[in-house]
């Protein structure tokens, strides 16, 4: 199919791409055919798996409270440093899909480098796909067919049916820890240790609905998208703080319906706090608006 550019934003153009990525997940499943990834496991995580006892099991005041509390610690913070890991099931195929990079907790904006999934089949390795986050919206390159090298896609976090939680590849740190404000039935498990820092390990779902109402208002508009978007309006978590209460680590289980039922489990690490992270978005000129190739 013959690709038509344009130098002017489209949502048309955006929706396109999005049959394109949106499932980054979906992609991925099927490129690797019946591959087993590397997942992230029960409390695993990117480069960050939880060590130790359950250390001290009282509970540190109200737990709940705790977690609901973690996106204002973050936002006191001011930036960090971040990987991420998804893992997806369907089907008997397993496939995780890693990223890297830094989140402004305060601007609410961030960068990440995503790798996929090396094709088992003997294709080339796929590139990796540059991220960038910022309220209300999604850049990616290197992600669409027919999209030229050197162009940017947009989507508007708001119209995708899942609020950008699992669209691309990485939950937002942002929304992870936004979606925490809807923290409900949450038990404290005890004291461990996240990458070498002792933290408090809290388990409980998230309700999206929920955490759209107080969420910030970067991120209301996508929340509001997947509460509605999701097959489960409860989000399984685990999370765990330190001792400013700020989220070193979150995993979440999405419940996700894109051309049969996805399982996803989403893996946040945060560290370096205080990193300067800088986001600089791309031109006009260079975001791609057009027909994509199929």
Not at 89 to 111: L, N, P, S
Request: one cysteine or more; proline letters at 5%.
């Amino acid at each position: 199919m013959v690709v038509h550019q344009h130098r002017r934003r489209s949502r048309r153009a955006g929706e396109a791409v999005l049959a394109v990525c949106a499932a980054v997940a979906v992609a991925a499943l099927s490129a690797c055919g019946a591959a087993s990834g590397t997942g992230t496991g029960p409390g695993g995580g990117p480069d960050g798996g939880s060590r130790g006892g359950s250390g001290d099991d009282r509970p540190p005041g109200d737990p709940a409270a705790a977690v609901r509390g973690a996106a204002d610690a973050l936002t006191a913070a001011g930036s960090a440093r971040t990987r991420t890991a998804m893992e997806m099931a369907t089907g008997g195929t397993r496939v995780t899909i890693r990223g890297e990079g830094g989140v402004d907790f305060r601007k609410r904006m961030g960068q990440l480098l995503v790798m996929l999934p090396a094709d088992v089949k003997g294709q080339p390795e796929h590139r990796p796909i540059t991220e960038l986050l910022v309220p209300g919206a999604l850049y990616m390159k290197n992600r669409g067919a027919g999209v030229p090298d050197d162009k940017w896609v947009r989507l508007d976090t708001a119209a995708l049916s899942d609020g950008n939680l699992v669209t691309g590849g990485a939950t937002d740190p942002v929304a992870a820890a936004e979606l925490l404000r809807g923290a409900q039935e949450v038990t404290y498990v005890g004291e461990t240790e996240v990458a070498g820092t002792r933290v408090r390990h809290y388990r409980g779902t998230a309700d999206i609905a929920r955490a759209a109402k107080s969420a910030s208002p970067g991120v209301k508009g996508a929340l509001e998208a997947a509460a509605k978007g999701f097959s489960k309006d409860s989000v399984p978590f685990d999370a765990y703080l330190d001792e400013e209460g700020r989220l070193r680590k979150v995993q979440h289980r999405f419940t996700y319906a894109k051309n049969g039922v996805i399982d996803v489990s989403s893996t946040t690490l945060l560290y370096g706090f205080g990193t300067p992270v800088t986001v600089v978005l791309p031109a006009s000129g260079d975001i791609f608006a057009g027909k994509i190739a199929e």
